[in-house]
């Protein structure tokens, strides 16, 4: 096991699926961390996550699984404070939220835009790990917890654009070259 991620075999890069895809909109359903098609699946998220520029984390329903199991690695960020590195949560639950701010998201399933989005700046989250089921607990702050309950979210069938408040709050994604 390397940190937080047991050794997975190499994954496949997979296509994203964008709204309005109705697997965005569809709450993900528990699965056996222990079981192959599991192990599979953080392959191919961490793969298809590694090769999105840009990208902080991926849901499996984003790749057209409803599993709650979702990728994640905010190292290098210049909004991250706390860095967990690279790892991957099976059926994931925020166990506390505290601090609400508001701070700007985007989405790989939602490429044209990005939002004003009011979440908790500290979380613990736990969820077990693919492969050997081993309980994780995340404490985390700042970026690294808001990129935590974007992924949650997704799990649950939500999307950012379901959390702004109006379309004040919209914003045109910028595009730097």
Known sequence: ??????????GQVRAVLRAPAQALADPCSEVD????????????????????????????NQIGVSARVF?????GHPKARTCHGRLVLVNPVVVT?????????????VPDLTGDVRRASRVTVTGLAPGTGDLITIQT??????????????????????????????????VYL
């Open 1 to 10: 096991m390397n940190g937080l991620l047991p050794e997975l075999p190499d």
């Open 33 to 60: 961390p222990r079981d192959g098609s599991v192990v599979t699946l953080a392959a191919d998220l961490l793969a298809t996550q590694l090769l999105s520029p840009g990208c902080v984390g991926l849901a499996a």
């Open 71 to 75: 990728s994640l690695d905010v190292t």
């Open 97 to 109: 939220a505290t601090r609400l701010e508001r701070g700007r998201e985007g989405c790989m399933s």
């Open 141 to 174: 702050d700042a970026f690294e917890a808001r990129a935590l309950q974007h992924e949650i979210d997704h799990l649950d069938g939500m999307l950012f654009l379901d959390r702004v408040a109006g379309a004040h709050a919209l914003h045109a994604r910028q």
